[in-house]
C-alpha cells in the first residue's frame, strides 16, 4: 500500500486538484487498491470550507468529483502514516517543519521534482491561472507513479 498525502497552504485549490487526480489515475491503472490518497494543508484558515470553486470546476472539467472534499490541517500523525508527503511549493515546506520538524524519515519532497523540470506548482489563488495548476498536476502525478511504480 502506497499512502500519499498532497499538501499545500489552505488545502482547497493545488493539494485537493493533485489528490483527485492522482486517484483518477490510479483508477484508470486499476490499482486503486493499492493507494491511499489525501490532502491537507500546513494553514487553518480554511479548515472546513470546500475545494474552492475554480479548483473544483477544473475538476469536473475532466470527469473528476471531488463532492465531500473539505480542507484540514496536516497533523504530527500524519507524518507517522503517510509515506509520501508531497508539497506544492517551497513555502509549504518551510511551513511543514513548523508543523512537524525535521524530516527525519525522509518522505517530504516537491509535487514536481518528480518532473523533468522541478519547480513550484503555480499557485492559482494569486495567479487566477487554474489551467496552469492543472498542467503541473498533471505532469507531477504523472512522475510521482513513474517513481512509485
Known amino acids: 500500500m502506497y499512502r500519499i498525502l498532497f499538501i499545500c497552504h489552505g488545502n482547497i485549490c493545488r493539494s485537493p486538484m493533485a489528490e483527485f487526480v492522482l486517484k483518477q489515475k490510479v483508477s484508470e491503472l486499476g490499482r486503486s487498491d493499492e493507494f491511499e490518497i489525501a490532502s491537507a494543508a500546513t494553514s487553518r484558515e480554511e479548515i472546513g470550507n470546500p475545494v474552492y470553486p475554480p479548483a473544483r470546476r477544473m475538476l469536473q472539467t475532466h470527469g473528476i468529483s471531488c463532492a465531500g472534499k473539505t480542507a484540514r490541517q496536516m497533523t504530527r500523525a500524519d507524518y507517522a502514516y503517510y509515506d509520501y508527503i508531497i508539497a506544492m511549493d517551497r513555502n509549504n515546506l518551510r511551513n511543514l517543519e ?3 520538524g525535521p524530516d527525519v524519515d525522509h518522505k517530504i519532497s516537491l509535487l514536481m521534482d518528480y518532473t523533468n523540470t522541478p519547480r513550484d506548482v503555480a499557485d492559482p489563488w494569486y495567479t487566477g491561472d487554474f489551467q496552469a495548476t492543472w498542467d503541473d ?12 511504480l
Open 137 to 148: 498536476v498533471q505532469e507531477g502525478c504523472d512522475g510521482l507513479l513513474q517513481e512509485i
Open 98 to 100: 513548523r508543523l512537524i
